[in-house]
């Protein structure tokens, strides 16, 4: 696998998807407690060691099932505490959770690919600056989200189909971490 020559460093922001990316996803369900959540091989320490080369670490993730009444945002806080609680553990650091709870469509979509969640991450962390993002995530509305702010994109494989194309595709962060 060849290096990505994005010239990153301490100053880039790395957003990470959540299901599919960080633990793994429930094909047509949902995560709604963390009994159900599970961290995908190698997930905390590739975390860890990413957040020593970016300045920050930030989730987005769509999760219509609290707008489908199949979770509440209690359930999806307590999922979030966990995760980030474990990667802590690890050595590593999310920085911030965004997640958009809304049902596709509604009128105050904050789903992605719409570009709701990185402004609300730019404008509580002004130090953002998209091009020297970097957006991971396993489907097209990740990578379109990415693209629409105009950041790095790294689609990591999944079974879906691919609509969109990536920068790089791979198969996990660990791989990320290789070519970085």
């Known amino acids: ?8 460093d301490g100053t880039w922001t790395l957003f990470l998807d959540r299901d599919g990316v960080i633990n793994e996803r429930i094909m047509g369900g949902y995560v709604t407690s963390i009994d159900q959540f599970n961290f995908l091989e190698g997930v905390e320490v590739a975390i860890s060691r990413l957040s020593r080369l970016f300045h920050l670490v930030i989730v987005v993730t769509n999760q219509q099932g609290i707008g489908k009444g199949l979770m509440s945002e209690r359930n ?20 911030k959770c965004y997640f958009a709870p809304n049902l596709k469509g509604a009128e105050d979509d904050m789903r992605k690919p719409g570009a709701a969640m990185g402004e609300l991450a730019k404008m ?40 969109i194309e990536a920068d790089v595709t791979i198969n996990s962060l660990q791989e990320l971490l290789s070519i970085l």
Do not use: C
Request: charged share 30%; net charge negative; glycine share 10%.
């Open 1 to 8: 696998m060849q290096k990505l020559n994005w010239g990153v």
């Open 124 to 163: 509580q962390f002004p130090e953002i600056e998209f091009e020297r993002s970097v957006m991971v995530g396993d489907t097209d509305s990740d990578i379109a989200f990415g693209k629409n702010l105009g950041m790095k994109t790294v689609r990591i494989k999944t079974e879906e189909e691919i609509g």
């Open 76 to 95: 999806l806080l307590e999922i979030h505490t966990y995760m980030t609680d474990q990667i802590h553990l690890a050595g590593g650091k999310i920085d």
